[in-house]
């Protein structure tokens, strides 16, 4: 296996000061924690300071690292590559692995389902050439530049995600990432702190056209109000504008989506072919990203048929509506059904959860109620400025609310949409997610569908947690696993 950086490749493209012995790293690395041998160690300042960390990442067998300064008491030959600015350092190995690459570039971005479609090109445009993806959600300012330092030369497609909390963000990191094909998966209130309005919003978004390589494809969602925004943007980078969606005039066009409780078949045209594909998770808004998925992926020169068969393999993971049975009697085979989709949320993801919620029915005739329910579990949305209070308790008016038999409040500011529920279905109003795990075992029984959403400093994901524990104590007191 070749190297991935040499130290004369990183002096070249940083014009730093090498310090020590010659070394090849075969991965680059910001955190001690996963750090793996022969990575080469970046020490970025940012919550904590990296330079403190050093001599931990070159004794767990860093190949060199990255500083803007010799920390205290290491080796004099140390292998150091000495840069003025850490992150710009980083920066520049991003631009530079970029430059020596053929790959198809894919950047995604858009204020829901960025991470999930990322996943799901990688997926599918994994099983037809090497290809490069970003790990988690590593989207900022530091995010993508180490996505784009990690990628092979030899890669053949890579898939960046872009994210952004305030203005002016997104189009350096496009411009970095040079994307042969960039993606809005929608438009919808995020980070209102940060805008004025949603149209604001949009424009950011847009922003992401701004990097595209020369005759770059510009794909975006058509079926959203702020539409025409995205397109204008595109024809002005002088992009090819393909728009995805269900509604008339969406060159990727959905003519049919059919949900299920646990997949989702979608039927459309593009280029003047038709297709049809099952998305391996339910609800719409998975299936909207599958369709620009597939889209994508046959744009960068994928096989079509390949990708429409490969879809369907994909579901969703932890954190963002992977689904799970949750064992709380294994002698009387009781069950719940639990959607985690604790990593994030805004008003429009919320929206599309609650209608995944909806579309699987419960069971009855089992646990304690003897009525199987759909709950939902939901946490605070964040960053959504000053009319924050008002689309919480907006979601009081959302069409499912209707088929949801309990709402489970978490937070200070979920406090509003709890205010606002009928009594029928008001549950509890926990000031804290720790509270509410701490009485997780109350609030759900065999039979029920529980969805729980939420930004993810709401720290929903304790509550999931909790949930998930008492499958783990069923099982532990009767001694019998799953089969």
């Not at 599918?124 to 990628?151: C, D, E, F, I, K």
């Not at 702020?226 to 943007?233: G, H, N, P, Q, R």
């Not at 919620?357 to 005739?365: E, Q, S």
């Not at 009485?439 to 929903?460: Q, W």
Request: net charge negative.
């Amino acid at each position: 296996m070749s190297a991935l950086w040499t130290k004369e490749a990183v002096v070249s493209a940083t014009g730093g000061d090498a310090r020590g012995p010659d070394w090849s790293a075969s991965g680059v690395s910001i955190d001690t924690r996963t750090l793996q041998p022969g990575d080469l160690f970046v020490a970025l300042e940012d919550a904590r300071d990296g330079h403190d960390f050093v001599a931990d990442a070159l004794s767990g067998g860093a190949a060199a690292a990255l500083v803007s300064r010799v920390p205290e008491g290491l080796a004099a030959d140390a292998p150091l590559i000495i840069v003025n600015d850490v992150l710009k350092g980083l920066e520049a190995l991003g631009i530079a692995a970029r430059a020596r690459t053929d790959a198809r570039v894919v950047a995604i971005t858009g204020s829901a389902g960025k991470t999930s479609t990322k996943e799901m090109l990688r997926q599918v445009l994994s099983g037809q050439g090497r290809t490069h993806a970003a790990v988690a959600s590593y989207n900022n300012h530091w995010g993508v530049p180490l996505t784009l330092a990690r990628m092979p030369a030899d890669s053949e497609f890579a898939v960046v995600e872009i994210g952004m909390n305030a203005p002016g963000e997104i189009a350096p990191l496009s411009k970095m990432t040079r994307p042969h094909l960039a993606m809005v998966t929608t438009v919808a209130a995020a980070h209102l702190e940060a805008f004025e309005n949603i149209q604001g919003i949009a424009h950011e978004k847009a922003s992401i056209f701004e990097g595209l390589e020369p005759g770059g494809i510009a794909l975006f969602n058509a079926d959203i109000e702020t539409a025409l925004i995205l397109d204008d943007k595109a024809k002005s980078c002088g992009a090819a504008r393909v728009g995805f969606g269900a509604l008339p005039g969406a060159k990727l066009h959905a003519d049919d989506i059919q949900l299920g409780e646990k997949t989702s078949v979608v039927r459309g045209r593009f280029r003047g072919q038709s297709f049809l594909f099952r998305v391996g998770a339910p609800g719409r808004h998975f299936a909207m990203n599958a369709l620009a998925v597939y889209g994508a992926a046959c744009m960068v020169g994928a096989d079509a048929d390949v990708v429409a068969c490969d879809i369907g393999t994909w579901s969703a993971p932890a954190g963002r509506g992977q689904r799970e049975t949750v064992v709380l009697d294994p002698v009387e085979d009781w069950t719940f059904e639990l959607f985690d989709d604790a990593f994030n949320a805004n008003p429009a993801s919320m929206g599309a959860a609650l209608w995944v919620l909806t579309a699987v029915n419960p069971t009855d005739g089992v646990g304690r109620i003897r009525r199987g329910r759909r709950i939902a579990i939901l946490g605070d949305m964040l960053e959504l400025g000053p009319t924050e209070e008002e689309l919480h308790a907006g979601i009081a008016d959302h069409p499912a609310m209707e088929l949801i038999d309990r709402v489970e409040c978490v937070g200070q500011r979920m406090r509003a949409l709890y205010d606002a529920l009928p009594d029928e279905k008001r549950g509890h109003s926990f000031a804290t997610a720790e509270e509410m795990a701490a009485e997780a075992h109350h609030l759900v029984d065999a039979g029920d569908v529980v969805l729980v959403k939420g930004s993810k400093g709401s720290k929903v994901s304790l509550v999931v947690d909790a949930l998930r524990r008492q499958s783990e104590r069923r099982i532990a007191a009767t001694g019998k696993g799953r089969n």
